[in-house]
């Protein structure tokens, strides 16, 4: 057991925590815990706190906390899934550390339940964020006893166990038994499309659970208590218990639901660590890299003409192309967002038949004359582009190779212009994604254009903005891809700037809709455009004036 | 040429990595960089090549100072790091071709010296797939070719013939002498004291972030005063600091 701690200790630190511990990172430890802490109190106030006033005081008369529970639980299990199949794949077989401790005294069953926890510590992350709030709101609304939250804190922290186990047998299975492990790359891939695929799943089932017509609220519980439940029970069984316990939490019948809940997830456990004989070790072993090829030196592409830029930006883009992980969190996220959006707008519209509607929610033509409808437009179209990393992460997405730009004989500040071409290009598709969108539902061409420019100037200003926060704290120690992106705070940050320039926008608006300003939307373009063109340059002025500085905290 | 004068690096609180350095390399040679682990080998090459900046005191290549004008001083040289896992994702001749369009290397030019490079480091049947498939020994040849396409008049090497095979070894280390005898320099670090015996013109020995030997290995045997291997005689120079 005491191997078991310190093996889960060591990868810990290596899977997740890798870094430094000095006073600089310790300040950004407690910044991130801030952060945490303020999230999850948005959560409370924005979740929690509305299922408390569902129980409490909308539907007495049916015991909700029954359905809500029998929701929370199964959509935790989902969510599970989800994001499981990337930290397993990423612990199991990204993570370096094997090729360390494959050669040491180590019982695979060891290695593998000690890794099972590392993958599960990556998921309590996300339940403690958006499934913890939901049960305490559950707690307040039935004015609960301090034994239903010792209760709520065993059930969350045996809630993933069961999804991951699930999610790791499966992918034991198809390492050992395909040849997929003999490229990572496409095995990456593959389980790229397994997350679209169940995250598609998910906003289904989710999209009908939320189906909550405030009018005739009644009925749509009675329609869950009778089609949703019993079909996430049939789904999700080993939940059973736990919601029962929940429920329960102050009677025999509670204690007794509790418990079958610990020993179903212990027996899970007591699997994963057995199958860590039978499976992992040879699944590891077979790990390969890519397939060598024979090189006939006469047909190689030597440099073309596309110069020292050229390279840099190719660099980017064939670095990023290459890593699943990046293509996923960079580009996917960025052109997938609209594109869904897209197509769902394009399925509503074409089967609603409710032209008018539709229209309504695009704005108007006809309606940008009035500036604050303008400046609304030019907020939502912003927001668009705040899942973007490329530019927040692109420093620590360098990792140990972070020295060569230091090394070359290019100035920083060319250099960082070529990252931040790389992110515009890829928020600019993003935004022509929506821009398309809005043709498709009729918008005027004219006004999509004028709002096209300012943000397009948006868009680069942001990235000159994101690409300071990780010239500022790159994080370039990390284990495996994972950590360059997915758990570095800067993606974070960079949403903020951009949130903060959707607000700035908003408040634009409340002015100009408040004092009433019309005007051509041409000319509110061209001078929207002309202020951000003279702050695109002061801060292009002082990128270039510091350019000797900019790679300072790269180290 | 190059020159550091009085360069100091701390890190953290008050760790001092290197001391009040002043060391002249020069043309012609083979200058050996020896010291202990951490010693501060690692961090003056890092100086010296703008990854780290000195706090104090003026580093010098060819008579351009690095923290100054550092584009023009990068020019001047070709460097190997310690470690080789660069860029795992982009093909051998991607690399190559990245590094070639960044030193501004014209088209033929670039073509003849990755040809002659990966031939002599038996690494041309192998540049068309990626650097993360090759082993520990052909990254570091690939990040050594990467260093020499264009013909850096000044070499730094940082622990260069660590995992290759002892063909490649021995061909760099005669690479290493030709490029000295044409009257350039060649800095490079090492744990081996046999290599840099063999190899060195002059070393420098640096212990604790100080200087405590620069000179050829005779001008050693007088200041130790017995006529011992490398080994004795930097062990001797280390254990005095």
Redesign the interface.
């Known amino acids: 057991m005491s191997k078991i701690w310190a093996l889960t200790k060591v990868l810990l630190k290596t899977n997740l925590f890798v870094g430094s511990t000095?006073d600089k990172k310790k300040k950004s430890k407690v910044l991130g815990g801030a952060l945490i802490v303020l999230l999850f109190v948005f959560v409370i106030a924005s979740v929690g706190v509305p299922i408390a006033l569902v129980i409490s005081n909308i539907l007495e008369a049916i015991d909700i906390r029954k359905i809500i529970l029998g929701l929370i639980l199964p959509l935790a299990g989902l969510t599970t899934i989800i994001f499981s199949i990337f930290s397993v794949v990423s612990v199991f077989y990204l993570s370096k550390d094997s090729e360390y401790l494959l050669p040491l005294p180590i019982e695979p069953r060891d290695l593998m339940i000690s890794k099972f926890l590392v993958s599960l510590v990556t998921e309590y992350y996300i339940l403690f964020m958006f499934v913890l709030p939901c049960l305490i709101g559950v707690g307040i609304g039935i004015d609960a006893g301090v034994l239903y939250y010792v209760y709520m804190l065993i059930v969350f922290l045996l809630l993933p166990i069961i999804p991951s186990v699930v999610v790791t047998f499966v992918i034991l299975i198809i390492t050992r038994f395909t040849g997929v492990m003999k490229n990572k790359d496409l095995f990456m891939y593959v389980s790229m499309i397994l997350i679209l695929a169940f995250s598609f799943g998910y906003n289904e089932i989710l999209g009908s659970a939320m189906e909550i017509n405030m009018d005739n609220i009644g009925g749509t519980v009675a329609n869950l208590e009778s089609e949703l439940l019993p079909y996430f029970r049939r789904l999700f069984p080993f939940y059973n218990s736990g919601v029962s316990a929940l429920v329960n939490y102050n009677d025999l019948g509670g204690v007794f639901s509790l418990i079958t809940f610990i020993g179903i997830n212990l027996i899970a456990l007591l699997f994963i660590y057995f199958l860590g004989d039978k499976l992992y070790l040879k699944t590891l072993t077979v790990v390969k890299?890519?397939?060598?090829?024979?090189?006939d030196?006469d047909k190689?592409?030597?440099?073309?003409?596309?110069?020292?830029f050229?390279?840099?930006l190719?660099?980017e883009w064939?670095?990023v192309k290459?890593?699943p992980v990046f293509m996923l969190n960079i580009v996917l996220i960025v052109v997938l967002f609209p594109f869904i959006m897209l197509f769902s707008f394009i399925m509503g519209y074409s089967s609603s038949g409710e032209e008018e509607s539709m229209l309504n929610l695009a704005f108007l033509n006809n309606q940008y004359d009035n500036v604050y409808v303008f400046f609304i437009a030019l907020a939502s179209l912003t927001f668009f582009t705040c899942s973007s990393m490329a530019a927040s992460t692109s420093i620590s997405r360098e990792g140990?190779?972070a020295?060569?730009m230091?090394?070359?004989?290019?100035?920083a500040f060319k250099q960082i212009n070529a990252k931040v071409l790389f992110a515009c290009i890829l928020d600019v598709i993003g935004i022509l994604i929506v821009a398309i969108m809005a043709y498709v539902l009729k918008m005027d061409i004219g006004a999509i254009i004028s709002l096209l420019i300012p943000v397009i100037l948006v868009i680069i200003l942001s990235n000159y903005f994101n690409i300071y926060i990780d010239l500022r704290r790159p994080k370039i120690k990390w284990a495996d891809e994972n950590a360059a992106v997915k758990s570095n705070l800067n993606g974070f940050f960079s949403m903020l700037v951009t949130l903060a320039e959707c607000g700035f926008f908003g408040v634009v608006a409340f002015v100009c809709y408040k004092v009433g300003v019309t005007l051509n939307y041409w000319i509110v373009s061209l001078i929207v455009s002309a202020v951000l063109v003279v702050l695109l340059g002061i801060v292009v002025y002082l990128f270039k004036r510091n350019e000797?500085k900019l790679l300072?905290k790269v180290? | 040429m190059i020159k550091l004068s009085n360069v100091s690096k701390t890190f953290?609180k008050g760790f001092k990595a290197v001391d009040n350095l002043s060391l002249e390399i020069e043309e012609g040679f083979i200058h050996g960089f020896l010291g202990p682990n951490g010693a501060g080998k690692t961090t003056t090459l890092?100086m010296i090549?703008?990854?780290?900046?000195a706090d104090e005191g003026e580093i010098l290549i060819n008579d351009i100072d690095i923290?100054k004008e550092?584009?023009?001083?990068?020019?001047e040289f070709g460097?190997v790091?310690d470690?080789p896992?660069?860029?795992l994702?982009?093909k051998g001749?991607?690399y190559l071709?990245?590094?070639?369009?960044?030193?501004?290397?014209d088209?033929i030019k670039?073509?003849e010296n990755?040809?002659k490079y990966?031939k002599i480091l038996e690494m041309?049947?192998?540049?068309?797939?990626?650097i993360?498939?090759y082993s520990h020994g052909m990254r570091q040849k690939i990040a050594i070719i990467g260093a020499l396409i264009h013909e850096p008049k000044i070499w730094i090497l940082d622990e260069p013939l660590t995992g290759l095979d002892p063909k490649s070894s021995f061909t760099l280390k005669e690479m290493m002498k030709e490029h000295a005898k044409k009257g350039n320099v060649v800095l490079f670090s090492t744990h081996v004291l046999e290599v840099a015996e063999k190899l060195c013109d002059k070393v420098a020995i640096i212990s604790k972030g100080k200087l405590v030997f620069d000179g050829t290995i005779d001008e050693m045997k007088n200041k130790v005063g017995e006529d011992e291997s490398l080994e004795k005689m930097f062990l001797e120079l280390v254990d005095d600091e």
């Open positions: 000095d890299g890519s397939n060598k090829k024979k090189t030196f190689l592409k030597i440099s073309d003409n596309r110069g020292c050229g390279y840099l190719m660099k064939l670095t290459r890593t140990s190779n020295w060569f230091k090394v070359i004989p290019v100035s000797n300072d180290d | 953290g890092k090549t703008g990854i780290l900046k923290s550092p584009t023009l001083a990068k020019k460097f790091s470690n896992d660069l860029f994702k982009l001749i991607e071709n990245f590094v070639g369009s960044v030193y501004g290397m088209k670039l073509r990755i040809f990966a041309n049947e192998v540049l068309n797939n990626k993360e498939s």
